[in-house]
């Protein structure tokens, strides 16, 4: 008997990566998704895959799955801020209401649920590099709190559950992660600089750049919530690369790498957009032995060759 697990957000960028993970490892993989920021063509490869099930629906409404459930991964959200404040009633309830079905399944299931929360969690930090007991700087009124909230939420209701109900839960905090199947209008740094160079257009930085991202990636990603779901580890685990570099450093480099005749200019910094954001990874090396080894060179030149294909 193959073990099953329940993937949200399937068709979503990480949470196809994970479902071609899971299948690798020999799982039967049960895919769900309702297509608001996710894409059709990017489980299309797994169309004729017998160990997988997709299953059209939002998680924000109670689904029955009358299979026996091992695991769960809770991987639908929007994710990129154009997504969240175009969405911003739907965040808030896959956050909340998703999560809320997640864990009646893994309780009537008794499955292992794992969620994905953010680095958003911290907002705009006033601690750095950011460790898991840090409890973040968040304006829960302001544009991006829907997101940030619905993150805290989820951690909080899962740890409710945890407590109350014995239910088996782990929490991964991701930091920026990129890679193949990103959206070529996510709004993200990442594919934004890429899609711009690609095709020779200004490349936009907001504020001067000398806010800090660190990028994780999808590969070492999808690691490292193998390793967390598979572990003991009941409270938040970071899990994302270290490397930190300063927004317009970033861009320069995609300008370098794509050969790009892309002029870089500055626009004014979005509200309550994080002037830091840099993981401590020490509880993952320590329990989990994880740490990022796609090197950013390595990532970007595999994640432009794939948007070479697309733009």
């Known amino acids: 008997m193959k073990k099953k ?3 949200t957000g399937a068709a979503g960028f990480i ?3 994970l479902s071609d993970l899971f299948l690798e490892k020999g799982f039967l993989v049960y895919g769900v998704d309702n297509f608001i920021t996710g894409n059709i063509n990017n489980i299309k490869h797994l169309a004729n895959e017998r160990n997988f099930e997709f299953i059209e629906h939002d998680i924000s409404k109670p689904l029955v799955i009358k299979d026996n459930i091992k695991y769960i991964l809770h991987f639908a959200s929007p994710a990129s801020p154009i997504d969240y404040l175009k969405l911003p009633i739907q965040t808030l309830k ?11 399944i893994a309780l009537a299931h008794k499955a292992r649920l794992l969620i994905a929360s953010t680095s958003e969690v911290y907002g705009d930090p006033l601690v750095h590099p950011q460790k898991e007991d840090y409890w973040g700087n968040v304006n829960p009124i302001g544009p991006r709190g829907v997101y940030d909230e619905a993150k805290r939420y989820a951690e909080a209701i ?7 109900h014995k239910v088996d839960t782990r929490i991964v905090r991701i930091f920026n992660t990129y890679g193949e199947r990103m959206r070529l209008n ?6 934004n600089f890429i899609y711009q160079a690609l095709k020779n257009k200004p490349i936009t930085v907001f504020g001067k750049g000398t806010q800090t991202r660190s990028f994780c990636y999808v590969s070492d990603l999808t690691n ?3 390793k967390l779901l598979m572990s003991k580890i009941d ?5 994302g690369n270290p490397a930190e570099m300063s927004i317009l450093d970033f ?15 500055f626009k004014p910094l979005p509200v309550d957009d994080p002037k830091v954001r840099q993981p401590d990874i020490s509880k993952a090396k320590k329990y989990l032995k994880w740490k990022p080894v796609v090197s950013l060179d390595e990532g970007l030149q595999k994640t432009i060759e794939w948007f070479k294909l697309h733009v």
């Open 158 to 164: 899962t740890m409710a559950y945890h407590r109350y």
């Open 235 to 239: 409270t938040p685990v970071n899990i």
């Open 5 to 7: 697990i329940l993937i």
């Open 186 to 191: 996510d709004g993200r740094v990442v594919p």
């Open 251 to 265: 861009a320069k480099k995609i300008k370098n790498i794509t050969k790009s005749k892309s002029k870089i200019v």
């Open 224 to 226: 490292g919530v193998y």
């Open 94 to 104: 896959v956050g909340a209401l998703g999560t809320y079905n997640c864990l009646g």
């Open 15 to 17: 949470g196809s990566h």
